[in-house]
Every structure is written in structure tokens, then in C-alpha cells.
């Protein structure tokens, strides 16, 4: 395998030529919803996340349903770390990768990813950078300036997809592992935007207790009859 090449999860999913692949939770003509999608240039659905709804993890399946691997977040982990693993395993054993900030203190998105092979950790095999939520991440084969693939808020596809954004996949590059990066990453944004939503709704609750209490004291209290 030359330097250019990218097998991480399975090397069916690779292909010789740079591919274009769509990622949105409401695919053409598909009635599940929820999980996020990845959708090729013929407007099939290629893979789907599927999160668990007890065991804190989720699995991305290819278009026959089966898993091909299982992403989790690590508790406790400094750097926001999530593993993947092979199939639907958890376990040491099966693991293929690891990501995580490049610091626990930067405000950027900058990511670190680690085969697992890779046990020192000295030098990181992928390093992403841009932002997720703005749809500009693009993912670099270590430290070098090879480009795996470039996210991109527009999709190239020739169709019409609804909440859709894209990513663009050089030649030689396995998509499924960009499809399970973009995963991870969805499910971050995620967990993001629900505890966004709940301080909101803490402040939005907080605030009208007090306009309440203040209203109480100007009045006296609640009126008798």
C-alpha cells in the first residue's frame, strides 16, 4: 500500500477514484428517521448511524443493515476521546481507532486520530482540523499535507437533499472510516446542542421564578378573596 492510500476499517470501502458522499438525516425517499445518513452520487443510502438508546453508543451499518463498527465516547476522557471498534463489539480486543481533542485547552476543533496499533501515541496517523458545526473540517493523513477528504457545508451530488451537507474523498481512501469520523462528530454536535437547550430552559425557568417571586413582593403577596 503506498503512502496515499487510506484502509482503516475495510477496504471494500475504498474506491481507486475521488468519490462525493452526502450526509443528512432525511434521505430521498427513506421513512426512517433520525440517524444520520451517508448518500452516494446514485442517491442510495450507503451506510446509517444507528444510536443505541440504553447503552451509550452508536453503530454504523452499510446498506444491507449489517454493523461495521461501533463508536462510543470514553467517560472521564480529558480530551472528549471516542473509540471505535469492529462490528458490534466494545471490547480492547476490536478496536480500530481512537480520536481526540489535540488539547484539552483549545477552543478550536483540532482532532487527533489513532489507529489502534498506534499504542504510544507519539505521532497521530490522521489530524483533523476547521470546525464541524460550520461543515469545514477537512482530515489529513497524520501530519502530512495529504488531504483524505474535505467536508463541505454544500454537497456535490446531483440531487436535491433536505438538512444535507457533504464530503468530497480523495482516491484510495476508505469511506467508510470518513463516514464514521463524520459519526463521532455528529453525535458531539448532538451532545452539544442538547445541553445547550437544557442550561437554556434552566435560565428560562430560573428567570420567571424570579419574576414571579418579584411580583409576589410588590403585591404582598398572592390576593385574598
Request: one cysteine or more.
Given at each position: 500500500?503506498?503512502?496515499?492510500?487510506?484502509a482503516?476499517?475495510?477496504?471494500l470501502?475504498?474506491?481507486?477514484?475521488?468519490?462525493?458522499?452526502a450526509?443528512?438525516t432525511?434521505?430521498?425517499?427513506?421513512?426512517?428517521?433520525?440517524?444520520?445518513?451517508t448518500?452516494?452520487?446514485?442517491?442510495?443510502?450507503v451506510?446509517?448511524?444507528?444510536?443505541?438508546?440504553?447503552?451509550?453508543?452508536?453503530?454504523?451499518?452499510?446498506?444491507s443493515g449489517?454493523?461495521?463498527?461501533?463508536?462510543?465516547d470514553?467517560?472521564w476522557s480529558?480530551?472528549?476521546?471516542?473509540?471505535?471498534?469492529?462490528?458490534?463489539?466494545?471490547?480492547?480486543?476490536?478496536?480500530?481507532?481512537?480520536i481526540?481533542?489535540?488539547?484539552?485547552?483549545?477552543?478550536?476543533?483540532?482532532?487527533?486520530?489513532?489507529?489502534?496499533?498506534?499504542?504510544?501515541?507519539?505521532?497521530?496517523?490522521?489530524?483533523?482540523?476547521?470546525?464541524?458545526?460550520?461543515?469545514?473540517?477537512t482530515?489529513?493523513?497524520?501530519?502530512?499535507?495529504?488531504?483524505?477528504?474535505?467536508?463541505?457545508?454544500q454537497?456535490?451530488l446531483?440531487?436535491?437533499?433536505?438538512?444535507?451537507?457533504?464530503a468530497?474523498?480523495s482516491?484510495?481512501?476508505?469511506?467508510?472510516?470518513?463516514?464514521a469520523?463524520?459519526?463521532?462528530?455528529h453525535?458531539?454536535?448532538?451532545t452539544?446542542?442538547?445541553?445547550?437547550?437544557?442550561?437554556?430552559?434552566?435560565?428560562?425557568?430560573?428567570?420567571a421564578?424570579?419574576?414571579?417571586?418579584?411580583?409576589?413582593?410588590?403585591?404582598?403577596?398572592?390576593?385574598?378573596?
Amino acid at each position: 500500500m503506498d503512502s496515499s492510500q487510506v484502509a482503516v476499517i475495510n477496504p471494500l470501502f475504498y474506491a481507486a477514484y475521488p468519490i462525493d458522499l452526502a450526509f443528512t438525516t432525511k434521505p430521498p425517499g427513506d421513512k426512517k428517521r433520525g440517524g444520520l445518513a451517508t448518500v452516494d452520487a446514485a442517491g442510495n443510502v450507503v451506510f446509517r448511524a444507528n444510536k443505541s438508546s440504553w447503552g451509550g453508543f452508536t453503530q454504523l451499518r452499510d446498506a444491507s443493515g449489517h454493523t461495521i463498527l461501533t463508536v462510543q465516547d470514553k467517560f472521564w476522557s480529558w480530551h472528549s476521546r471516542w473509540q471505535a471498534f469492529a462490528g458490534e463489539s466494545t471490547e480492547a480486543k476490536d478496536l480500530l481507532f481512537s480520536i481526540k481533542r489535540s488539547s484539552a485547552w483549545k477552543i478550536h476543533d483540532e482532532w487527533f486520530v489513532f489507529l489502534a496499533v498506534n499504542t504510544k501515541e507519539e505521532n497521530c496517523d490522521f489530524k483533523i482540523v476547521g470546525s464541524y458545526s460550520k461543515k469545514n473540517y477537512t482530515i489529513f493523513k497524520g501530519d502530512s499535507s495529504f488531504v483524505v477528504a474535505q467536508l463541505t457545508k454544500q454537497h456535490e451530488l446531483k440531487m436535491t437533499l433536505k438538512h444535507a451537507f457533504g464530503a468530497s474523498i480523495s482516491a484510495n481512501c476508505d469511506y467508510s472510516f470518513v463516514a464514521a469520523l463524520i459519526t463521532i462528530f455528529h453525535e458531539i454536535d448532538a451532545t452539544r446542542n442538547v445541553a445547550t437547550w437544557n442550561a437554556t430552559a434552566r435560565n428560562a425557568s430560573r428567570n420567571a421564578a424570579a419574576r414571579n417571586s418579584a411580583m409576589m413582593g410588590s403585591t404582598g403577596g398572592p390576593a385574598s378573596f
